[in-house]
């Protein structure tokens, strides 16, 4: 078996979403709806893929500025093609485009949170995620005072004194 790696190839989004779900990202990802999986494909800053002749066994899709973080969006490996080095190449090959002190980040599916240390990955707790769709909570951050300054209590709980909020804050009336 023979498998090509290649750099921006020109996919289908029908072979996308296929990979997809033979794939345990498939689950997790919009396969029904192709339009979002278009969007995908052709906003990814960085798209490297893994074929077996015409058929698409695997992709690494990465959002990055190239030289302080790239987010990898998607490491998927068809199943039937897992366990041949397939994911760990299409990360070196990813890397490639990418300074050498960017570093790569990413939210591991379920299966696949023991893969990543192999790769040198270090576990991060301190992950957050906002759900499309999703309201922002309502209410001001636990430091901020209504009168848009810093409390100083946030900082040492010997003051009561305020502080202008950080130059370049804005309220919430400057919002558009």
Known sequence: MSIEYRDAAG???ADAIDLYQR?????????????????????????????????????????????YVAYVADLAVDAA?????????LVEETRRHLKPECMMVL?????????YPKLGFEHNPRAWMLKGGAPLAQGRDSYMAADNTVSEDFMSERTTQT????EGAFSESDEA
């Open 23 to 67: 794939s345990t990202l498939g689950e997790r990802r919009p396969v029904d709806r192709p339009d979002i999986f278009a969007d995908m494909l052709k906003n990814a800053d960085i798209l490297i893929t893994a074929w077996n002749g015409d058929r698409l066994v695997g992709i690494c899709r990465t959002l990055t500025d190239h030289a």
């Open 81 to 89: 093609y897992q366990r041949r080095g397939i994911g760990r190449r």
């Open 11 to 13: 996919i289908s989004v």
């Open 163 to 166: 502080r202008p909020a950080r």
């Open 107 to 115: 939210l591991a599916a379920p299966q696949a949170n023991d893969y």
